[in-house]
Every structure is written in structure tokens, then in C-alpha cells.
């Protein structure tokens, strides 16, 4: 599967921002799926995930109550709704898949995805 993520910018502190990924090739279905951010100087880390069917989802702490996660299997997109965004959230956003068969896996581990989108820059100014 290739990603393609898009909808990154500059915006004000408390603004809002939605990132959208498109993958192309096999079944978008059956793949787990995960936002990833990275800031300059730092890990990657993760930020959310969300199950093949989108049934269940997990955040980081940091994001919880102000980032979404979801999917449209018909369009083959991932999306993240990123509200109320803080200068910390600053960082290049990446979307990965994994493929599965299970239909309640996920993961919130780098090292588990084995697809990656090329990243879209968030900043957020104060």
C-alpha cells in the first residue's frame, strides 16, 4: 500500500487543523492504521490508532479530548481531526499501515508498522 498524507500548515494556537491520508494498492480494509509526529531533534512518536474497521481507536495521552481519529474504507482515507492544537504539537504528522487479519488489532509502537506516508508539516504558533 502507498500513503499519501496531506492537510498540514501554519495555524494560530487553539485552531484546528484536519490531516487526511490516502493509500492506494491493496484492500485499505485490512490494514491497522496510525498517526505518527516527529519534532525537530526528537523521536517519533506516536499519536493515534485506529482498528482495520475503525471500531476501535487509542490516543496518546497528550491528544486525548482534542484529536480525533478516523476512516472512510470506501474512500480509502485516514483521517486526523486535530483541535484546540497547542505550540507542542508542532511536528511533521505521518500516517502507517499494517497489515492484519484480526479485526480488533492495532498499535501505537513504531516499530510495528510496516507502511509509511511521507508526512505533512504541522506548526502551530503561540
Known amino acids: 500500500v502507498q500513503l499519501q498524507a496531506s492537510g498540514g500548515g501554519l495555524v494560530q494556537a487553539g485552531g484546528s487543523l484536519r490531516l487526511s491520508c490516502a493509500a492506494s494498492?491493496?484492500?485499505?480494509?485490512?490494514?491497522?492504521m496510525g498517526w505518527f509526529r516527529q519534532a525537530p531533534g526528537k523521536e517519533r512518536e506516536s499519536v493515534a490508532a485506529?482498528?482495520?474497521?475503525?471500531?476501535?481507536?487509542a490516543y496518546t495521552d497528550s491528544v486525548k479530548g482534542r484529536f480525533t481519529i478516523s476512516r472512510d474504507n470506501a474512500k480509502n482515507t485516514l483521517y486526523l481531526q486535530m483541535n484546540s492544537l497547542k505550540p507542542e504539537d508542532t511536528a511533521v504528522y505521518y500516517c502507517?499501515?499494517?497489515?492484519?487479519?484480526?479485526?480488533?488489532?492495532?498499535?501505537?509502537?513504531?516499530?510495528?508498522?510496516?507502511?509509511w506516508g511521507q508526512g505533512t508539516q504541522v506548526t502551530v504558533s503561540s
Open positions: 485506529i482498528t482495520r474497521s475503525g471500531s476501535r481507536t
Open positions: 494498492g491493496r484492500a485499505f480494509g485490512n490494514y491497522y
Open positions: 502507517a499501515a499494517k497489515p492484519t487479519y484480526y479485526n480488533l488489532a492495532y498499535s501505537m509502537k513504531v516499530v510495528d508498522y510496516d507502511y
